[in-house]
């Protein structure tokens, strides 16, 4: 079945650009049925969605982190990335990729990634 | 921007009980709500999406209803596999996916 993994550096300094890519098993990113987002979690608190991107390289960031947030797609590796730029010890967090179902009735995340932690400090 | 309000952020039950929780969006968002469960050190899961269907593979004793601003979901008889913290998403528009701040489920 689908599966995701995160994979990218756990430690950042701050004000430098974190990067992580999400590897899509088991499927095509390229459906046309579904975005591809990412979703993090500072530790002890809630969910905050960062961005979503469609296969097409259509992106959607929240309004809160767009001018630091860039997300990419390869759908030759079947691949997509995150790009949060000059990052804070706010932003340490566990990142997760997750799919996004393209139709508005569906457009929930039905399956997520293990998640990866990130920590920013120096 | 809309924002979505849970609650009680917190609560305290008894195996059998009936739960309630509850979100609020400050606007309309029709049924575009979804409900994830995300139990401690756990990655988050989808119960319920467009506020009242129930994900492949979810007990039936969750329930979600709901329409416009005011959500609510049921779990009909608390068991003790059901402890987590609840979050409620809106998705009417891809450009903003708010989640709400979370109700954290303990057993009494």
């Known amino acids: 079945q689908l599966q995701l993994q995160e994979s990218g550096p756990g430690l950042v300094k701050p004000s430098e650009t974190l990067s992580l890519t999400c590897t899509v098993s088991?499927?095509?990113?390229?459906?046309?049925?579904?975005?591809w987002g990412w979703i993090r979690q500072p530790p002890g608190k809630g969910l905050e969605w960062i961005g979503s991107?469609?296969?097409?390289?259509?992106?959607y960031y929240n309004p809160s982190l767009k001018s630091r947030v860039t997300i990419s797609v390869d759908t030759s590796k079947n691949q997509f990335s995150l790009k949060l730029s000059s990052v804070t010890a706010a932003d340490t967090a566990v990142y997760y990729c997750?799919?996004?179902?393209?139709?508005?009735?569906?457009?929930?995340?039905?399956?997520w990634g293990q998640g990866t932690m990130v920590t920013v400090s120096s | 921007d809309i924002q979505m309000t849970q609650s009680p952020s917190s609560l305290s039950a008894s195996v059998g009980d009936r739960v309630t929780i509850t979100c609020r969006a400050s606007q309309g968002i029709s049924n575009y709500l979804a409900w994830y469960q995300q139990k401690p050190g756990k990655v988050p899961k989808l119960l319920i999406y467009?506020?009242?269907t129930l994900q492949s593979g979810v007990p039936s004793r969750f329930s979600g209803s709901g329409s416009g601003t005011d959500f609510t979901l049921t779990i009909s008889s608390l068991q003790p596999e059901d402890v987590a913290t609840y979050y409620c998403q809106k998705y009417n528009s891809a450009l903003a996916l708010t989640f709400g701040g979370g109700t954290k489920v303990e057993i009494k």
């Open positions: 997750a799919r996004q179902g393209y139709r508005t009735p569906t457009r929930a995340f039905d399956i």
């Open positions: 991107i469609y296969y097409s390289g259509s992106t």
């Open positions: 088991g499927g095509s990113i390229s459906s046309s049925s579904y975005y």
């Open positions: 467009a506020a009242s």
